[in-house]
Structures are given as structure tokens and as C-alpha cells.
């Protein structure tokens, strides 16, 4: 599967944006789906992942109520939208395709993921 992650750009404080990633080659429904981002000089983090179904999500602390993420098995895209913008939000963020059980938990982790789009770079100004 191809992923393509996009809608990233410039942001306010207290702004939202949404990310789209759209997949080709198989359907998304497969797949555990997450969002990590990488700040200027920092690891990869996790920030969310949804379920092969849709029907269950998990956050990234800093978060949760304030980013949500979606998908559409119909368009094969996973979204993100994010609400309440902070500039330590700052990041490349990128999409990632996993083939491992939800319930292991492991979509925390990087190597939980099979497949990885380009990234898309929010920033946020205070």
C-alpha cells in the first residue's frame, strides 16, 4: 500500500488544521492506522492510531481532546484533525499502515507499522 499524507501548513495558536492520509493499492480497512510527527531535533513520536474497524482510537496525552482521528473506508483515507493548536505542535507528521493486532498495543511504537507515507509539516505560531 501507497500512503500520502498531506494538508499540513501554518497555523496560529489555537488554530486547526486537517490532515488527510489517502492510501492506494489496498484498502485501508486492513490496516491499524497511526499519526506520528518529528519536531526539529527530537524522535518520532506517536501522537494517534484508530482501529481496523474505526471503533476504537488512542492518543498521545498532550492530545487528547484536542486531535482526532478518522477514517473513511469509501475514500481510503485516514484523517486528522486538529483542534487547539499549540506551537510545540510543530512537527513533520506522517501517516503509517500496520498490520499487527490492536490489541497488542503496539501501534505505539514505530515498528508496529509495515508501511509509512512522506510526512506533511504543520507549524504553529504563537
Known amino acids: 500500500v501507497q500512503l500520502q499524507a498531506f494538508g499540513g501548513g501554518l497555523a496560529q495558536a489555537g488554530g486547526s488544521l486537517r490532515l488527510s492520509c489517502s492510501a492506494s493499492?489496498?484498502?485501508?480497512?486492513?490496516?491499524?492506522m497511526g499519526w506520528f510527527r518529528q519536531a526539529p531535533g527530537k524522535e518520532r513520536e506517536f501522537v494517534a492510531a484508530?482501529?481496523?474497524?474505526?471503533?476504537?482510537?488512542d492518543y498521545l496525552d498532550s492530545a487528547k481532546g484536542r486531535f482526532t482521528i478518522s477514517k473513511d473506508n469509501a475514500k481510503n483515507t485516514v484523517y486528522l484533525q486538529m483542534n487547539s493548536l499549540r506551537p510545540e505542535d510543530t512537527a513533520v507528521y506522517y501517516c503509517?499502515?500496520?498490520?499487527?493486532?490492536?490489541?497488542?498495543?503496539?501501534?505505539?511504537?514505530?515498528?508496529?507499522?509495515?508501511?509509512w507515507g512522506q510526512g506533511t509539516l504543520v507549524t504553529v505560531s504563537s
Open positions: 503509517a499502515a500496520g498490520n499487527g493486532a490492536w490489541n497488542s498495543r503496539g501501534y505505539y511504537t514505530e515498528n508496529f507499522y509495515n508501511y
Open positions: 493499492g489496498r484498502s485501508l480497512s486492513v490496516y491499524v
Open positions: 484508530i482501529r481496523r474497524s474505526g471503533g476504537s482510537t
